[in-house]
């Protein structure tokens, strides 16, 4: 092979590397583009799935990876402030109170109702001994006592 040939050769490698480099910039390029039209995140992971192009190719080529990295940046939610420990404190005991008086309402709640529910066994058997002694087929139960529920 002679000089010039390889000389041409080699320019031809070259000018096929710089137009293969050129359409990988000119599509990531694209590809940022539309990930910002479409409100997705920028990262380098999205870029070189929508351009088709590899992480070594966004990371080495400067402007791409600069680009990237702001656009990156600006998309990171910001964090919210944590409120100060007294409004905290102030929360959680207004919380311990709410929850010890919906339980006490709870406790006298379900009193309530067996105390009811006492006096209304205590009255059907009152009216079960009545129906026996008028005569009737009723057996007559034993009193029992009711358990916690």
Do not use: W
Not at 6 to 32: D, G, P, V
Not at 46 to 72: C, W
Not at 108 to 134: I, K, S, T, Y
Request: charged content about 30%; hydrophobic content about 35%; glycine content about 4%.
């Amino acid at each position: 092979m002679t000089d010039d040939a390889r000389a041409k050769r080699t320019q031809t490698l070259a000018t096929a590397a710089k137009a293969k480099s050129h359409a990988k910039t000119a599509a990531a390029e694209k590809a940022i583009r539309n990930l910002v039209k479409r409100g997705e995140s920028i990262t380098f992971q999205a870029v070189q799935r929508e351009a088709n192009v590899s992480h070594a190719f966004l990371y080495n080529h400067p402007d791409l990876r600069g680009r990237i990295e702001r656009l990156r940046a600006q998309a990171r939610p910001v964090p919210a402030p944590t409120p100060p420990a007294d409004e905290q404190s102030t929360l959680v005991l207004a919380l311990t109170s709410q929850i010890t008086r919906l339980k006490k309402q709870h406790r006298e709640e379900v009193q309530a109702l067996r105390n009811a529910l006492e006096q209304a066994h205590g009255e059907n058997l009152d009216l079960r001994r009545e129906l026996a002694r008028r005569g009737g087929n009723a057996p007559v139960p034993q009193a029992r006592t009711i358990g916690p529920c």
